[in-house]
């Protein structure tokens, strides 16, 4: 199976580590020309760019900030002239035990909804207002989290309410402006070898993580990118608004 996606501009956030960079290359190996969004990592997602080529640029927003979305969509509208699909990819997973302060501990879930439930939910907002302005197809794939469905530890209570929001997020899109040729999917991985992974591991250990599969080693970042790429490229559009699991088994629904 070929997938070309020359032509098509595709913003997906935090691609400058993890599972984005792993989305963004993919994406690029097939023709598209990324927006590599980034907040502290300038270095890696300029070196990204230039490894990806075709035209790829690289845009800062910390998206825990008020407005960091709404100008990363502009801004990338502003260079690229439009934007045909947005991965939301960037994400962040804070420990925060029961036990904390009251104050501590909404201030964690404060952030954790920030960057991963409402910069997800304008950048849906205004990918769809572009959408529709155009009167152009798109495409919207959020990546949410295994916690979706089967919850998380006590300790990530606001991680799994935010990605759960995030899935909501889409099922309410592709339903709302299919006719309007809006697509929209998520992607559920479960334990991914990445940054984020390791606080969870240095915390519970590697051996819970891989205990937990089917299968008999850790996702890595470029086992969810193919998915990703084929859902980018409209051959799953009559699944939209579905949830696809990407979690080595270890949760089956
Ligand atoms: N790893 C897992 O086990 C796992 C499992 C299920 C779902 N996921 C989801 O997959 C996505 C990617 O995770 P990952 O494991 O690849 O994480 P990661 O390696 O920690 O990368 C996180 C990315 O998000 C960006 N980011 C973090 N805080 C940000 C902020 N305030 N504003 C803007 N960008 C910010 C980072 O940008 P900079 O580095 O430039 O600051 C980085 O590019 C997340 O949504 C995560 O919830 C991960």
Same mark, same amino acid.
């Given at each position: 199976?070929?997938?070309?996606?020359?032509?098509?501009? *595709? &913003?997906?956030?935090?691609?400058?580590?993890?599972? #984005?960079?792993?989305?963004?290359?993919?994406?690029?190996? /097939?023709?598209?020309?990324?927006?590599?969004?980034?907040?502290?990592? !300038?270095?890696? /997602?300029?070196? @990204?760019?230039?490894?990806?080529?075709?035209?790829?640029?690289?845009? %800062?927003?910390?998206?825990?900030?008020?407005? #960091? /979305?709404?100008? &990363?969509?502009? %801004?990338?509208?502003?260079?690229?002239?439009?934007?045909?699909? @947005?991965?939301?990819?960037?994400?962040?997973?804070?420990?925060?035990?029961?036990?904390?302060?009251?104050?501590?501990?909404?201030?964690?879930?404060?952030?954790?909804?920030? !960057?991963? @439930?409402?910069?997800?939910?304008? @950048?849906?907002?205004?990918?769809?207002?572009?959408?529709?302005?155009?009167?152009?197809?798109?495409? *919207?794939?959020?990546?949410?989290?295994?916690?979706?469905?089967?919850?998380?530890?006590?300790?990530?209570?606001?991680?799994?309410?935010?990605?759960?929001?995030?899935?909501?997020?889409?099922?309410?899109?592709?339903?709302?402006?299919?006719?309007?040729?809006?697509?929209?999917?998520?992607?559920?991985?479960?334990?991914?070898?990445?940054?984020?992974?390791?606080?969870?591991?240095?915390?519970?250990?590697?051996?819970?993580?891989?205990?937990?599969?089917?299968?008999?080693?850790?996702?890595?970042?470029?086992? *969810? /990118?193919? &998915?990703?790429?084929? &859902?980018?490229?409209?051959?799953?559009?009559?699944?939209?608004?579905?949830?696809?699991?990407?979690?080595?088994?270890?949760?089956?629904?």
């Amino acid at each position: 199976m070929y997938i070309n996606l020359s032509g098509l501009n *595709i &913003l997906v956030t935090g691609a400058s580590k993890g599972i #984005g960079k792993a989305i963004a290359t993919k994406l690029a190996e /097939a023709g598209a020309t990324i927006a590599i969004h980034y907040n502290k990592n !300038v270095r890696e /997602a300029e070196n @990204l760019a230039h490894i990806l080529g075709n035209e790829s640029s690289v845009f %800062q927003a910390d998206l825990s900030t008020k407005d #960091g /979305a709404i100008k &990363l969509f502009e %801004q990338v509208v502003g260079r690229f002239g439009s934007v045909e699909i @947005l991965v939301n990819n960037a994400g962040i997973a804070v420990s925060s035990p029961i036990e904390s302060s009251d104050d501590d501990w909404l201030s964690i879930w404060n952030e954790t909804v920030n !960057v991963n @439930l409402t910069a997800s939910a304008l @950048l849906c907002k205004k990918a769809v207002n572009h959408f529709l302005e155009r009167k152009a197809a798109g495409r *919207i794939i959020n990546i949410t989290s295994r916690a979706v469905h089967r919850g998380d530890t006590a300790e990530y209570i606001a991680y799994g309410a935010s990605k759960a929001g995030m899935s909501s997020l889409v099922k309410t899109i592709a339903r709302a402006y299919g006719k309007n040729g809006i697509k929209a999917f998520n992607v559920a991985p479960g334990f991914v070898r990445t940054d984020m992974a390791k606080t969870f591991i240095t915390e519970y250990g590697e051996n819970y993580a891989v205990n937990d599969l089917a299968l008999d080693r850790l996702t890595e970042p470029k086992d *969810i /990118a193919p &998915l990703v790429t084929f &859902l980018a490229s409209g051959m799953a559009d009559h699944s939209t608004g579905a949830t696809f699991d990407l979690n080595a088994g270890s949760y089956v629904r």
